[in-house]
């Protein structure tokens, strides 16, 4: 298992950036996927995306191609997620989600991750 923590939300207008941190208390192994996912208010949680920490190649929802980023930082056992030219349709609550992808994995299927962290908030303001 691996215990996440999720920081880094807050309110930001509508043009605006910020920057989701996830840090993991435990050592991430090569064969883990790091996701993003978000839920709106009554509505289902959506993938956003999520990066290979052996490679770091990442997987992208079309919503946000474009204008977010994921990014790692192997010797601090943490995950980005940079979002710029952030809009009031992207206001949710974010969640780091971890896989090891030796038990199978499909990248943007939330019930596929197994270790969650608690979630911090975005809002959005138009």
């Known amino acids: 298992q691996v215990q996440l923590v999720d920081s880094g939300g807050g309110l930001v207008q509508a043009g605006g950036s910020l920057r989701l941190s996830c840090a993991a208390t435990?050592?991430?192994?090569?064969?883990?996927?790091m996701g993003w996912f978000r839920q709106a208010p009554g509505k289902e949680r959506e993938f956003v995306a999520a990066i290979n920490w052996s490679d770091g190649s990442t997987y992208y929802a079309d919503s946000v191609k474009g204008r977010f980023t994921i990014s790692r930082d192997n010797a601090k056992n943490t995950v980005y997620l940079q979002m710029n030219s952030l809009k009031p349709e992207d206001t949710a609550d974010y969640y780091c989600a971890a896989r090891n992808r030796y038990y199978g994995l499909r990248e943007a299927v939330a019930d596929d991750y197994d270790n969650w962290g608690q979630g911090t908030q975005v809002t959005v303001s138009s």
């Open positions: 435990t050592r991430i192994f090569s064969r883990y996927v």
